[in-house]
């Protein structure tokens, strides 16, 4: 469920605004939850993510990805192609402003050519025409910002609906959900469609990956926990060659535990 994620950030003043207060309660809860002296230092509120975890499993099996499915289905792919890169167009905004506050001149320049050149020779972003004059996208959000400047990712966290996140990428969601260009549009049936649609396409592009997921996987929480914090780190590192910061040792296994990778690639057939 982590597509919905695009969605709380784009949803009205007045949704956001419950939606991160009911983040503000879970992540208040997940503080005030016991943990165990044998706890993942990773993933603490273990117990609790699996719950909210299967909830959004249901959730996703029941509604979203059958409407997803049949989205894919019906839609002809030139269409969902352009779906993608006018969503993809949007969010360049956003990476944009996240780019110059890391401090990174030439991703900036360059995410700024790509806005510049899908919005107006693309067609307000349907077409990608930036990837073609290989313009490469920088794509950043304000939690890979708050990493850059050394704010440590905190412990695993699983929000209901959003799905799988951090504390220092959840606390980070009002300011994303802020820089969000969808959310800004005054008619609300028109803001409501799009953010439908960016649902629909983004689950849609994903459900090859999810049949992966649900075969490859013996424990699809842990998989994904470790994919995730995994994709994440890497993000981080990208932007910064501190070592021995906090972002680090989140990322690394617990004391007396083995490494484990998302992917074993030595064990696979």
């Known amino acids: 469920m982590i597509i919905l994620q695009h969605a709380a950030l784009s949803t009205s003043r007045s949704s956001r605004t419950v939606l991160l207060s009911f983040v503000a309660l879970v992540l208040a809860v997940l503080q005030g939850c016991a943990m165990s002296p044998n706890a993942n230092p990773r993933d603490p509120w273990e117990p609790f993510n699996r719950n909210i975890a299967s909830f959004n499993d249901g959730l996703d099996e029941a509604v979203v990805k059958p409407v997803a499915t049949a989205y894919q289905h019906v839609t002809p792919q030139i269409m969902r192609t352009g779906v993608n890169n006018f969503f993809g167009n949007i969010a360049d905004v956003w990476s944009l402003v996240n780019n110059v506050l890391q401090l990174k001149p030439a991703e900036s320049v360059e995410t700024l050519f790509r806005v510049g050149v899908n919005t107006t020779i693309g067609l307000v972003g349907l077409i990608d025409v930036a990837s073609e004059l290989r313009l490469e996208r920088h794509t950043e959000d304000f939690g890979q910002t708050l990493g850059y400047w050394g704010m440590p990712a905190g412990p695993y ?11 220092r990428d959840s606390l980070s969601l009002p300011v994303d959900a ?13 803001r ?3 953010i439908t649609l960016r649902i629909v396409d983004v689950r849609a592009n994903l459900l090859n990956a999810g049949r992966l997921l649900d075969a490859a996987a013996l424990d699809k929480y842990s998989f994904t926990r470790d994919a995730y914090l995994q994709r994440r780190r890497g993000l981080i590192k990208e932007q910064t060659t501190d070592v021995n910061s906090e972002e680090e040792r989140y990322d690394l296994p617990a004391p007396g535990q083995p490494e484990v990778s998302p992917v074993d690639t030595k064990n696979t057939p």
């Open 192 to 194: 409501n469609s799009l």
């Open 178 to 190: 802020k820089g969000n260009l969808v959310g800004r549009v005054d008619d609300v049936a028109l």
């Open 157 to 167: 966290v699983v929000l209901p609906l959003l799905g799988p996140s951090t504390l």
